[in-house]
T-cell receptor, first 109, second 116 residues
Framework: SQQGEEDPQALSIQEGENATMNCSYKTSINNLQWYRQNSGRGLVHLILIRSNEREKHSGRLRVTLDTSKKSSSLLITASRAADTASYFCATDSWGKLQFGAGTQVVVTP | DAGVIQSPRHEVTEMGQEVTLRCKPISGHNSLFWYRQTMMRGLELLIYFNNNVPIDDSGMPEDRFSAKMPNASFSTLKIQPSEPRDSAVYFC??????????????FGPGTRLTVL
């Protein structure tokens, strides 16, 4: 069963625009992670935010976590065509990751 | 580091045959995970090991699936007998966890299994 649910399911933007996707979950977590998957490839870890953190940055990525609302968001700023991929949130409970269904992002030049 | 290595990358087999998927985790990592990805069910955790010991196999679909980790640098996932509904991409991932601190997982490229 999937713990995290991403919203929206699909997102189409132009290069230079920002992309925001959200993740909601149901149970308590140790941390929440975001991954990217290009078509036909494996998953690449993007960022991990622990349950006692509220915001984290990595390059053009910004992640927020609100444990009271059981939600997280991933912001990609100044998107590029190379950001086209599926993005998954995954909740970590004692080492076990549960993935959402993902947000498919298409960035057009 | 070469990252997580999986073999084979593609496997096509007939229903009823035994399938063995292999994984070499990143050197020094102490946790290893097997996932399955399908369009219908998304990414599912099948089993995970900590220090070569199976910790949680609640995601293993049924007795036809088994996994082993004989040492810190090798794991197998076996399906016997295979069925068409086992067709999926199987990922292996590893991470370095310490006590109650859980860290990011590094995924292999996956094995695309097709059971005819």
């Amino acid at each position: 069963s999937q713990q995290g649910e991403e919203d929206p399911q699909a997102l189409s933007i132009q290069e230079g625009e920002n992309a925001t996707m959200n993740c909601s979950y149901k149970t308590s977590i140790n941390n929440l992670q975001w991954y990217r998957q290009n078509s036909g490839r494996g998953l690449v870890h993007l960022i991990l935010i622990r349950s006692n953190e509220r915001e984290k940055h990595s390059g053009r990525l910004r992640v927020t976590l609100d444990t009271s609302k059981k939600s997280s968001s991933l912001l990609i700023t100044a998107s590029r065509a190379a950001d086209t991929a599926s993005y998954f949130c995954a909740t970590d409970s004692w080492g076990k990751l549960q993935f959402g269904a993902g947000t498919q992002v298409v960035v057009t030049p | 580091d070469a990252g997580v290595i999986q073999s084979p990358r593609h496997e096509v087999t007939e229903m009823g045959q035994e399938v063995t998927l292999r994984c070499k985790p990143i050197s020094g990592h102490n946790s290893l995970f097997w996932y399955r990805q399908t369009m219908m069910r998304g990414l599912e955790l099948l089993i995970y090991f900590n220090n070569n010991v199976p910790i949680d196999d609640s995601g293993m679909p049924e007795d036809r699936f088994s996994a082993k980790m004989p040492n810190a640098s090798f794991s197998t996932l076996k399906i016997q007998p295979s069925e068409p509904r086992d067709s999926a991409v199987y990922f292996c991932a590893s991470s370095l966890n310490s006590g109650a601190t859980y860290n990011e997982q590094f995924f292999g490229p996956g094995t695309r299994l097709t059971v005819l």
